[in-house]
């Protein structure tokens, strides 16, 4: 099974930066889509950025230029580079993987199967 764990969150003023983590472990091709997903108190878990099979990267358009996603295949671990953030961003950041998903479904929480246990992510103004 596909096992997940997120590392690197804390605490930042606003326009600050952090580089999330997050470890996989499991057959690679049960987890050949990973993405970032937050969750803020009180709403719904969105879609942050995903990236696919061939190596693509999509982003929700709210932290477009400011993120960014990548892999290191050879230690297994994504990365969430987060630039310039705001306090709205404040949130629990979750790392999720599966074998595939289909792109109409990237950033709905429903399509994926795998989760981690989350890392706090606070911007205070």
């Known amino acids: 099974q596909v096992q997940l764990a997120e590392s690197g969150g804390g605490s930042v003023q606003t326009g600050g930066s952090l580089n999330l983590s997050c470890a996989a472990s499991g057959p690679t091709s049960s987890r050949g889509y990973m993405g970032w997903f937050r969750q803020a108190p009180g709403k719904e878990r969105e879609g942050v950025a995903i990236i696919n099979k061939g190596g693509g990267s999509y982003y929700a358009t709210s932290v477009k230029g400011r993120f960014t996603i990548s892999r290191d295949s050879v230690k297994n ?12 961003e404040t949130a629990m950041y979750y790392c999720a993987a599966d074998a595939f998903v289909v792109s109409g479904r990237w950033f709905d929480p429903a399509a994926w199967g795998n989760w981690g246990q989350g890392t706090q992510v606070t911007v205070s103004s």
């Open 77 to 88: 671990i994504l990365y969430l580079q987060m630039n310039s953030l705001k306090p709205e």
